[in-house]
């Protein structure tokens, strides 16, 4: 089925493509470009009337490839034509109006009729181009619309509900029409087997089964070990060896089951043994066992039980071994559901037998999937004590995904017991494709981030041949790695929502089913603004689908973009800070633009709200744009230590509005950025990381010992050198004022301390005088005893 929707984009790849040689071969002629945009008025005139009958879905995508084939093509003819108008236009400017009063020259006469002939033919070929493309928007809108209303109707469409006896009597009463049917089908197909046959030993037939049997299983596993072999040997990186290891298997998984079963086929047609009602259920065999293969193939790719150290997923072994049998089960499945539906479409099955097995179908996805919800549950039962802390968000988000896999699975199950069997065999379909494109994004975007990131990297030998060769630095490498890896991220998650509804008949049938369900809810309209239930909530889906972009998009830039640069923590604070309030507005916008709000609305809105930000938001306006100052000139960046008043710190943050200070005793000091840009601020680290030590003292003879006491003390630098200076004389003492230099203003202290301890131990040793005043007791006599006064108090 997925394969069916492949041929609509090929045909109309085709029809560009031969277009196009057919515009190069005639040239750039204005004859030319006018029978090119007759041909393509034509294509649309057909592709009309074949929408005139009931088409079923593959002919709808043909026939929208038709007429966006044909649009492009008039599009382009149109635009070819206006440079051909141009030219002319340009040509009669040069010629020029008639003089009045003068008779022109006859060639020039003539050349003029002819260019104004020539331009109303071009004019008028330019407005049949422009309408040419206006139908076929008409066309493509139409054909879109019809889609959706087959899709609501396919899965809107109720029957009886199974419990009900009216659902059995209705088969009963099919059966024995559908038993006919389902005995002449294959007594038709042996009858054609037995006359074509005529007695000849079938050895197209063994053969093919025989090259399938080694196709499907000796080949797939020698091709399996040989890539493994090769890449152990070859591959640089172990990153990228267990990537295209995982891709490989996928390659050889896939193909092995599609070629056998195409060469099995291929060999019962070449034998004469496969009826021609047969050949549709044979086709949809091969088709399925491709797809199957893919499914079986990336299970194994991505759980590698009997290969841990080639697994791709951070997952344990009882994890995998206990998962990869849903691989399979999802395959059996799909195979069973592809061919049911192909033989009740050979066999020309009634509807009773047709719901019959959609139901049956639906039973066995409702299994699938709560066998799989009941594994997932109890592996995360099993590991909840087990978790880190790092893990509590990925396992909330694992949990909500369960809950509303579990709420679409009641809702499928409530939808098959009411008789909603399409609208049950959907949802089940839908968990199921969502599941198997989901885990080829996980992988595919693995081995796009391993191949990007490996190869695009300093180390590695591209990397240096591009540093010596182009003399880029290797930072730039780096970076150019992990941005391919994000760009090249970005396009497949944008091809896998594209594909999410591919196989159900395009993307619009949501759209159209959520707009028929919130039909009742119209909403007010209030300045040209539509105010309803669905708006709101369409606006809060979108807003936090945007600050989660925002959120995973900083992730990748803190963690991994911005270490790979080289700029310092403060520059990276400064481009992470501006990049997520950039990435908060642009959010912002994108939920007010899903409201119909535009960017004029915004602008009228922030206009209005300027005054009250002059007025009542003064003091957080001024800390704002304070804080962009201090991001763009960076007069203060984190890491530095600065005074701000009398308090002392380190910078351990600056945002917008205020900037964080550790003070010495662990305390934080918060600090708003006005009062950093408006008021003197020391700051010790802006022009250098050195610090000093000083130290003053008065003994005569200290020079040497103050010098050797630099000297032994390991955190004083040698450059620059320790310097003695005379300060003073006073009170006939020698001042001495003496300096060296730390690496950092942050561990002077303790150095000099140190220090001073050396010097009292040599000053000590050597019996100079350090200058301490000498102390004398003295006992004065309590004023009492000197008054005679030693009687007690009376009363006392």
Not at 257 to 276: D, K, N, T, Y
Not at 319 to 335: D, K
Not at 404 to 429: E, K, M, N, R
Not at 658 to 687: C, F, G, Q, R, Y
Request: include cysteine; charge should be neutral; aromatic fraction near 8%.
């Amino acid at each position: 089925m997925f394969f069916s929707k492949l041929r609509p984009a090929l045909l109309s790849f085709l029809l560009l493509f031969s277009v196009a040689g057919h515009a190069l071969a005639q040239g750039d002629s204005a004859a030319a470009l006018i029978e090119q945009l007759t041909q393509a008025e034509g294509e649309l005139q057909a592709v009309d009337r074949a929408l005139d009958r009931r088409v079923n879905n593959d002919e709808q995508g043909a026939l929208r490839a038709r007429a966006v084939a044909a649009q492009q093509v008039a599009t382009g003819l149109a635009q070819q034509l206006e440079e051909q108008l141009a030219r002319i236009d340009a040509r009669l400017t040069g010629i020029g109006a008639v003089p009045e009063g003068t008779t022109e020259a006859p060639d020039i006469s003539a050349e003029r009729a002819n260019l104004e002939q020539q331009r109303a033919s071009i004019d008028a070929a330019i407005k049949r181009g422009r309408l040419a493309g206006v139908e076929a928007q008409q066309l493509v809108e139409e054909i879109d619309r019809s889609k959706v209303e087959q899709f609501n109707e396919r899965i809107s469409a109720r029957v009886a509900s199974p419990l009900t006896p009216t659902f059995w009597s209705d088969v009963a009463e099919a059966f024995p029409r559908d038993t006919r049917r389902i005995s002449s089908f294959f007594s038709q197909g042996m009858e054609q087997i037995r006359s074509g046959w005529q007695g000849v030993f079938p050895w197209q037939a063994l053969l093919g089964a025989v090259v399938a049997f080694v196709v499907l299983y000796p080949l797939r596993r020698f091709l399996r070990h040989f890539g493994q072999r090769f890449l152990i040997e070859g591959a640089p990186g172990r990153r990228v060896r267990r990537s295209a290891n995982a891709l490989w298997r996928i390659i050889v998984g896939t193909l092995a089951p599609l070629l056998a079963a195409l060469i099995f086929v291929q060999g019962l047609r070449w034998a004469g043994l496969m009826p021609e009602r047969w050949s549709s259920v044979a086709d949809a065999f091969v088709r399925a066992s491709g797809f199957c293969g893919f499914v079986v193939a990336l299970g194994s790719a991505i759980l590698m039980r009997d290969q841990p150290s080639w697994r791709v997923a951070p997952l344990q072994d009882d994890t995998a071994s206990r998962l990869t049998p849903l691989s399979w089960l999802l395959a059996g499945t799909s195979m069973f559901n592809v061919l049911v539906t192909a033989f009740n479409t050979a066999v020309g099955a009634s509807q009773p037998a047709t719901i019959v097995s959609q139901t049956l179908e639906a039973v066995l996805q409702l299994l699938l999937i709560i066998t799989a919800l009941f594994i997932l549950g109890r592996l995360r039962a099993s590991r909840a004590d087990s978790e880190a802390a790092s893990s509590v968000a990925m396992g909330a988000g694992q949990s909500v995904l369960s809950l509303l896999v579990w709420v679409l699975a009641a809702v499928s199950t409530i939808a098959l017991l009411l008789g909603y069997i399409s609208f049950s065999l959907f949802i089940g379909q839908f968990i199921a494709w969502t599941a198997v494109l989901g885990a080829t994004l996980y992988l595919l975007m693995a081995v796009v981030d391993d191949v990007a990131t490996s190869v695009f990297t300093r180390k590695s030998p591209l990397g240096t041949a591009m540093s010596r060769g182009l003399g880029l630095r290797g930072s730039m490498i780096d970076q150019f790695g992990l941005l391919l890896s994000g760009a090249l991220r970005l396009i497949l998650v944008a091809v896998a929502f594209a594909l999410l509804m591919t196989p159900f008949g395009g993307g619009g049938g949501f759209d159209t089913l959520f707009s028929q369900a919130g039909a009742f809810a119209q909403g007010i309209q209030i300045g040209g603004i539509s105010i309803s239930p669905g708006a709101i909530l369409r606006g809060a889906i979108v807003l936090v689908i945007g600050l989660t972009l925002v959120r995973l998009f900083m992730g990748w830039l803190e963690n991994r973009y911005l270490p790979a640069t080289d700029l310092d923590g403060s520059g990276r604070n400064s481009v992470s800070l501006v990049a997520r309030y950039v990435g908060i507005a642009l959010a912002v916008i994108w939920a007010l633009a899903s409201l119909n709000i535009g960017v004029e609305r915004i602008a009228l809105l922030l206009s209005a709200l300027s005054v009250g930000i002059g007025f009542g938001l003064q003091a957080i306006t001024q800390n704002f744009v304070s804080g962009l100052i201090l991001l763009a000139e960076r007069p203060i960046k984190i890491g530095d230590l600065i005074r701000v008043g009398t308090d002392e710190g380190d910078v351990k943050r600056i945002s917008v509005r205020s900037t964080e200070i550790v003070l010495a005793d662990h305390s934080t000091l918060i600090v708003p950025n006005s009062e950093l840009i408006t008021k003197t601020v020391l700051n010790k680290t802006l022009a250098g990381p050195l610090g000093r030590i000083q130290i003053q003292t008065d003994p005569v003879a200290v020079r040497t010992i103050v010098l050797d006491a630099f000297k032994a003390e390991t955190a004083v630098l040698e450059d620059p050198a320790p310097s003695v200076f005379v300060d003073a004389i006073t009170d006939s003492r020698i001042m001495f004022n003496c300096f060296a230099h730390v690496a950092s203003p942050r561990v002077a202290y303790g150095p000099r301390s140190n220090i001073l301890m050396n010097l009292l131990s040599r000053f000590r040793e050597t019996g100079i005088d350090i200058g301490t005043v000498p102390q004398r007791l003295e006992v004065v006599p309590a004023e009492r005893d000197l008054l005679g006064g030693n009687k007690e108090p009376e009363g006392a």
